[in-house]
């Protein structure tokens, strides 16, 4: 009798399964084509660029310091040598720390431009999918095997343009 139950429970499991539709869209497709994704890249690949050319500016004094320090190494007594070199040092934990922070920073920002773009994503897929009555909506590059299943990538795609023409016109 338990065996029967589970086999009742198996198989109307796979039968609502089987009814259920399932689509499929390509993400990055969609984030490639939305105008926000493309103006959040720019942003994140200024502050990178910024962040780049601080580190590159502070390292070229820590060189030019080490340089100094090199040139005046054997005139200095024990004492100032140890002062020096301790100088040295704290000027290149200073450079790892700022790099350290300019990495993280760089991931906060990150995040707080994205946020927005996948909620739209997520918003668009949402509309389509309660139109088309589908009960799932898998990303194809999240899968690793897949046949059948509706393209929905082109009708995300019109709510997402429409989502994100809004949000722009928002801002």
Do not use: W
Not at 2 to 30: E, M, P, R, T, Y
Not at 148 to 160: K, R, S
């Amino acid at each position: 009798m338990k065996n029967i139950l589970i086999v009742i429970a198996l198989f109307s499991s796979f039968s609502s399964f089987a009814q259920s539709k399932i689509g499929h869209v390509n993400s990055q497709v969609l984030l490639d084509t939305i105008e926000s994704r493309k103006e959040a890249l720019k942003q994140l690949d200024a502050y990178k660029l910024e962040g780049m050319k601080e580190l590159q500016e502070m390292n070229k004094a820590f060189e030019a310091a080490y340089v100094i320090f090199q040139q005046k190494e054997k005139d200095l007594s024990p004492v100032l040598l140890k002062m020096e070199q301790e100088k040295l040092g704290r000027k290149q934990q200073e450079l790892e720390a700022r790099q350290q922070e300019l990495e993280k920073g760089l991931q906060v920002y990150n995040e707080e431009l994205n946020k927005p773009i996948l909620d739209r994503i997520t918003k668009a897929i949402e509309i389509v999918a309660e139109r088309k009555k589908m009960s799932y909506i898998i990303d194809e590059s999240a899968t690793l095997y897949s046949k059948g299943g509706i393209d929905c990538t082109a009708e995300v795609m019109i709510e997402l343009l429409r989502l994100d023409a809004e949000a722009i016109k928002n801002k």
